[in-house]
């Protein structure tokens, strides 16, 4: 275990040097000079250079490259060139939402996907899978954006039960931030149900003709006790695959939903910043971002081995 | 029926009694852009302006809702020397919202820190005339000038202007305190940002206890929010095509109001084919400002013939100049020696009168025989490319500062007009102070640029804005970008 741990932990720093490396890159090839977007039209060719300097763009590439990953390594993320404030808290403030956003639209659409996959793959062929095959199918192809519209003009607009976006704060209350989620987190969730409910289905399917379930059911299980007890077990490696790329894509990739109900979010901030070219920003999310999907993957790498003692015993 | 409840008097008292109850005092305003700061002093962006703008910050001068400068912190002032003397008298009894005073000290320290060297304000031009400013006393100030100026209090009246002081002002990017009626409370970065009554503001106190901007970019978002009850007022609203369904809603109306938004298809003036007069002529025939008011801007904007604002009355309507015609502009073609057709780039900024206004306008150009090619591009790049490097043809962008036809006077300005006659014209116009001869000047100066066909004139930006329908006292028109709330209140 402690081998597998260690070769997974090598890959996921090398690979963050490497994303360091192209991200800081990428985005310092992209046209336009953040102090001239701040200071706009009528601005003097003294006051742009007087403000490059204050944010220290003056200095050469490689320098401020190395400026920036030293900061990181210290938790130091600098500070965002329009807002004037230090990226590690506009980052933490906006975390706050997108964080429990995704665990919210994450838990419903696992409460959704569990049962209907699993129901539908022990129903195989019947009326019941069909049912549920027809409904992942309209899950899949209707965008997020047009569901959370609609669940807008209806909830918010029509029965007046939501406002139809914008984040309370948590100051203001659990039950009233997670009332403001709601909204976003069910439209985020229908889509990544429906694919995870496929995904759970045709896995189950899959070890449900596995010798094991066959000796499992000759020791006298029913039907249903073998499928719980050991197809399930068997089945939940690609079901957590697929469990952590969407949290992957929930954390950064909500930004569409975030515009929809205006909530500040890290999508919206990253899109903000390339806008405004607020390039430290963008760099510094965008790094962590990459850690936090490396980091995922390799908790679930983590939990295949603790599903699959397998994978724990493997040696090179 | 039964008459006992119908009694005038208890109806009355029920209403009375009823709207003491329900009198809000707070208010939710949408704005589709977060200001990166809140700094007017140092950030260009319009949406600094618009939260801060007399409700927390305030200059000696001010901008009324109909665009005349009016005295704000100085209650007066007398112009000495043939104009190149200001002494300003300053309101007693003004305090910052930290509790200190505000006195002459504040003035200079404000006005010598947007003029400094290193001074990173984005209109430090407005400062540029000025020599020095000498304090007289704490309530008087004087502000000595190059050389007689008309447009000092005028400049003075800018959101770049306001006055600071010297304790906060380092951090009025995070943490502005002014003179204003409102104090700043807190900012949710992304979200809102909220502001409460000061109550030791010196002017008329205002009605509004509380007031939130709300930040809301998505269009259709927008409308949501002013549906459901989210936001009580849109000044900018950003879905024009929903404007009709909303106008025809008892809860809400609708303000149609003008800005200070010249919206121009920019030449460049310096680069074959466009240093040529005839083509820019021909260009301006091509353009028909209906079709793309219509098209682009769902029938809201006023056509305009010339760099100016149509709601000023120094205004000449000269859109028959550079009227659609489109034979006329093949003719014209055809003389410079293009018959046989051109290509132009068109680069276009993210709005949407630009991007929607740029297909239309590609559209009237192939015509008459000119070819575009379209590129799109986001503010950074367009500031990069086109207004710092010149590397155009054509542009479409709206100049949205008001009063702003001295552009074309310096020649290094993007679109590179360059006419010694206008600039000597712009001159004279900065040093000249009766108010007659003044409109003459700039009424010559709009002829020689519609004569020129410096640019393409389109139309003057419209302002619509939402607003729930019992909310009164918002600026119906935007002589500059600001959300003043100082005369706002419900009526119910």
Redesign the interface.
């Known amino acids: 275990m402690l081998h597998y741990l260690f070769r997974r932990s090598v890959a996921l720093l090398a690979t963050l040097v490497v994303a360091s490396l192209i991200v800081f890159l990428v985005i310092e090839v992209v046209p336009g000079d953040p102090a001239s977007y701040m200071l706009g039209m009528n601005a003097q060719p003294d006051t742009v250079a007087a403000l490059r300097a204050e944010l220290g763009l003056d200095q050469s590439r490689t320098l401020r490259y190395l400026h920036w990953v030293s900061g990181m390594l210290h938790g130091d993320f600098g500070r965002s060139y329009t807002y004037r404030t230090p990226v590690a808290d506009m980052v933490a403030d906006r975390l706050w939402v997108s964080l429990p956003l995704a665990i919210y639209a994450l838990t419903l659409s696992t409460l959704i996907a569990f049962p209907a996959g699993i129901w539908a793959a022990s129903r195989r062929g019947r009326l019941a899978d069909s049912a549920v095959m027809g409904f992942t199918q309209l899950g899949i192809a209707v965008p997020n954006f047009w569901f959370a519209l609609l669940l807008v003009m209806l909830f918010a607009i029509q029965l007046g039960w939501f406002s139809a976006g914008g984040f309370a704060g948590w100051d203001s209350g659990v039950l009233a931030s997670l009332k403001s989620l709601t909204l976003p987190a069910v439209s985020l969730a229908l889509p990544q149900a429906a694919i995870l409910t496929r995904v759970m289905r045709s896995s189950l399917l899959d070890v449900l003709h596995d010798d094991f379930m066959r000796t499992a059911r000759a020791k006298g299980l029913s039907a249903r006790q073998a499928l719980l007890r050991h197809a399930l077990r068997n089945a939940m490696i690609p079901v957590l695959t697929i469990m952590g790329l969407q949290f992957s894509f929930l954390i950064a990739g909500a930004i569409i939903i975030e515009n929809v109900f205006f909530l500040p979010g890290l999508g919206r901030l990253i899109f903000q910043s390339i806008a405004q070219r607020d390039l430290i920003v963008v760099e510094s999310v965008v790094m962590l971002l990459v850690f936090a999907v490396v980091m995922v993957t390799f908790l679930v790498d983590v939990a295949y081995a603790w599903v699959d003692p397998r994978l724990r015993h493997q040696r090179r | 029926m039964n008459y006992r409840y119908c009694n005038p008097t208890l109806l009355l008292l029920m209403c009375v009694a009823g709207s003491a109850l329900a009198a809000r005092t707070d208010i939710t305003v949408g704005m589709v852009l977060?200001p990166?700061?809140l700094d007017p002093t140092g950030?260009?962006?319009a949406a600094i302006d618009e939260v801060v703008y007399a409700n927390i910050f305030e200059g000696l001068t001010r901008f009324g809702p109909d665009g005349s400068v009016r005295p704000a912190l100085a209650d007066g002032w007398e112009i000495e020397d043939e104009g190149v003397r200001y002494v300003f008298s300053l309101h007693p009894d003004v305090t910052f919202h930290d509790g200190s005073d505000f006195t002459a000290d504040d003035v200079k320290f404000s006005i010598d820190r947007a003029m400094a060297?290193?001074?990173?304000?984005?209109?430090?031009?407005l400062f540029a005339n000025i020599d020095n400013v000498e304090i007289i006393n704490p309530e008087k100030v004087a502000i000595n000038l190059k050389q007689a100026d008309g447009n000092l209090l005028f400049n003075l009246a800018w959101g770049d202007a306001v006055m600071l002081d010297e304790a906060s002002a380092g951090d009025a990017?995070?943490n502005p305190i002014g003179t204003g009626p409102f104090r700043f409370d807190k900012w949710?970065?992304?979200?809102?940002i909220e502001m409460v009554r000061y109550d030791d503001y010196w002017g008329k106190p205002v009605k509004l206890d509380k007031a939130v901007f709300?930040?809301?970019?998505?269009p259709?978002?927008a409308y949501?929010?002013i549906?459901?009850g989210?936001v009580d007022a849109f000044p900018n609203y950003p879905a024009p095509e929903n404007l009709a369904q909303l106008d025809a809603d008892p809860r809400f109306s609708v303000v149609l109001g003008s800005t200070e938004g010249e919206t121009i298809l920019a030449m460049n003036n310096a680069v074959p084919p466009l240093d040529d007069i005839r083509v820019r002529q021909a260009v301006a025939h091509a353009i028909n400002r209906d079709e793309i008011i219509d098209g682009a801007m769902y029938g809201y904007g006023t056509p305009i013939g010339t760099h100016f604002a149509p709601h000023n009355p120094a205004y000449l309507d000269l859109t028959s100049k550079n009227a659609h015609d489109p034979d006329a502009a093949r003719a014209l073609l055809k003389e410079a020696g293009h018959e046989t057709g051109l290509s132009l780039s068109l680069k276009l900024p993210?709005p949407a009168y630009a991007r929607r206004g740029g297909e239309i306008i590609a559209a009237q150009l192939r015509d008459v025989g000119i070819a575009t090619e379209i590129e799109n591009l986001?503010?950074?790049?367009w500031?990069?490319?086109v207004?710092?490097a010149k590397d155009f043809n054509l542009t479409i962008v709206s100049?949205t500062?008001p009063m702003d036809i001295g552009i074309y006077a310096n020649p290094d300005y993007y679109f590179q007009y360059d006419n010694p006659e206008l600039q000597a014209l712009m001159t004279d116009f900065g040093s000249e102070t009766d108010p007659e001869k003044r409109t003459g000047m700039l009424q010559q100066a709009q002829q020689m640029i519609a004569d020129d066909h410096v640019n393409g004139f389109l139309f003057q930006l419209a302002k619509t804005g939402v607003a729930a329908s019992k909310l009164k006292g918002l600026w119906e028109n935007s002589p500059t970008q600001a959300n003043d709330l100082t005369a706002v209140y419900w009526d119910e």
Do not use: M, Y
Request: proline share 4%; no cysteine; hydrophobic share 35%.
């Open positions: 977060e990166p700061n950030g260009a962006a060297e290193g001074s990173t304000n984005a209109q430090k031009g990017a995070t949710v970065q992304g979200d809102r709300k930040f809301i970019s998505e259709t978002a949501s929010a549906l459901a989210d993210p986001e503010w950074a790049q500031l990069e490319q207004f710092k100049h500062e």
